[in-house]
């Protein structure tokens, strides 16, 4: 594994992602274009995705390929706050709303860690769910997504 070549894709794809994603915020349990924005990575990288938690939450799953160990998730939130962006950027939010907190960020983090983590698959034990949590801005996505059965579909040691 030539882990220089596969962390050097990483500022490329991390600038990418979060570009794209700070120029089409979403305000909480309206991030559709986001959530399909996820769906679409995740299923690039042959990534499992369920979308039935927290209207448009994304669970992907990684599935290590030693078998049966540990499960732990990573999560990342995906909303935006309903803020005017006033900056000149090529990739300005221009809808209303804004990605003030970083939440382009972490779902640029999580996306790449993702990405890293398939491509290391067969080397780990256990498995690794990646939660993409909406409506974090609102404090609802979480319980949305516990109450929509997050935690007795899967079973995370750590989160």
């Known amino acids: 594994m030539d882990f220089k070549k596969l962390l050097s894709e990483s500022n490329k794809n991390l600038v990418i992602h979060r570009r794209k994603l700070h120029a089409m ?6 991030e559709t274009k986001t959530s399909k924005y996820i769906q679409d990575q995740l299923t ?3 990534i499992s995705i369920s979308t039935k938690y927290g209207k448009t939450g994304v669970v992907g799953v990684i599935k290590g390929g030693l078998g049966e160990g540990r499960s732990i998730m990573i999560r990342a939130d995906i909303d935006g706050l309903p803020l005017t962006e006033e900056t000149e950027l090529d ?3 221009k809808n209303g709303a804004m990605h003030a907190c970083g939440h382009d960020g972490h779902i640029s983090i999580l996306l790449e860690t993702a990405r890293i983590l398939q491509s290391l698959k067969d080397s780990i034990r256990g498995e690794i769910i990646l939660c993409f949590q909406p ?4 404090v609802q996505g979480a319980l949305a997504m516990i109450d929509d059965g ?3 579909d899967y079973h995370p040691e750590r989160v």
């Open 25 to 30: 915020p979403e305000l909480g349990f309206k």
């Open 44 to 46: 690039k990288l042959g």
């Open 91 to 93: 990739f300005t939010s």
């Open 135 to 138: 409506a974090e801005e609102i």
């Open 150 to 152: 997050l935690f007795e």
